[in-house]
């Protein structure tokens, strides 16, 4: 044994000193690896921002794109080719009248047919902007679509609301698309989930909005559809963020699903936009 | 100094007895890299006593390191493989740890005494799983959270695993030193272990609070 000499306390403390060197090397490399990932994952998460906005402007660009398509579309054919068709129909009820010549079978089923097409594009005007809805506003609106729903004995579709005057709550646009929503949910409650009941409850909360939709229909995963999200839900999530809203969705597989949508007072919605 | 070296021992192992509970609760629900975890943790509480009883009754223990090492070495390579998805990486990690513990096996045979410490040996598993820990590093640096769940054992490993090496490559040279001019390497040795067993469980802790 080499005891306490000079030498062995030598040895060991160069020894100690490479230990310690190899521990400060190891430190640092873990140090920097903890930088540099922090640095990886903030810009990762950053693209991923990026590429979410990039992904929401597209779809708000669409969205009014397409509101503004659909106006233009329902005008166009209210007041162009609805107009035109009742001069036509006009027309030949007066010439079936005058001219005993004409073959009065044939004439009155071009009339037939004449007036059938004037409601088709009538209801096709409706369909994309409810005049109900630019006249009598999105209550009225919704009441039609319950309506209209329940007259097909096919679903069974609840509104109930505490809303009587919606002119302080609600400007054109917040109409137009809640009314959007609620027809995207309905549509998706009956093609994806299969419902049979829809309850949709439109409340004033001290001028707050809360909009919910539930149905009994097969339900699905929250988390699944989050990841997978479709048009049709970002479209939804779309509209809520333009007025200034939240979404909560919750379901239970083969029980139903709940949106409920809650939207602040319409001044601190003006003011946030 | 023998005093403070085994009181410093008694910490270790209440310490590896607390996380080898802690980390066996639940065994069977848990994770893969977990199970293996507690059953090192285990490992090791079971070859610090007999270690102490060896030092207790006079007999040389440096044939429990021989067996040890490879040991931990069998262990922390199966926690890599069982951290990576890739099955290239599981397949080399199986390629290297394989053959490495075969040679870890024939050098405590023929080459090294089991008498002595087993320097080499000690070297080039050590040497390995550094390389499997900074490997680690590199593969979560930009991976999904899901991918970083083991990222503060990895660093207590490499710490302990890296510091482990030196002491180690030392140790046939330090049998000649007196015990008080090695004090500074043992206590620096036993520190890093502790430490290590301090980051599986901030780990584990951690994780326990995402759950």
Partial sequence: MLNSTESAENITVYIALILFAVIALVLVIILLFFVSRKKIVSEKLEAQEMKLKHKSDLVRYNIETQENERHRIAEDLHDDVGSQLNLISLGLHRINKIDS???KEETEAILLITEGVIDRVRSLSHELLPPILEKFGLVAALEEVEFNYNKTNSIELVFKTNIENEEPIFDVTDRLYLYRICQELIQNSLKHGKAKLI??????QDGDVHLSMTDDGVGFNVDELRKGKGMGLMNIENRVEMLGGTMAVASTLHEGSTFDIYLPKKANREKDN | M?????LFNFVT???IAILGIL???KFKKNELPWKIIALYLIGSFVTNVITYVFWEMKWNNLKILHIYSIFQFVSFSAFYWSTTRNRTKQLLILV????ITGLLILNSIWFESLQDFNSMGIFISNGTLIVYSVAYFFE??????NAKKFLIVNAGILVFISESLVVFLFGNFLKKVALIDQAVLWYTHISTYIIFLLLILWNHAKLDRIR
């Fill in chain 2, 13 to 15: 192992l209440a310490l």
């Fill in chain 1, 101 to 103: 010549t004409l073959d």
């Fill in chain 2, 2 to 6: 023998k005093d403070h070296l085994l």
């Fill in chain 2, 140 to 145: 979560v640096l930009g991976a999904e959270v």
């Fill in chain 2, 96 to 99: 290297f740890s394989g053959t």
């Fill in chain 1, 199 to 204: 309850r949709i409850s439109l409340l004033n």
């Fill in chain 2, 23 to 25: 980390t066996s609760l």
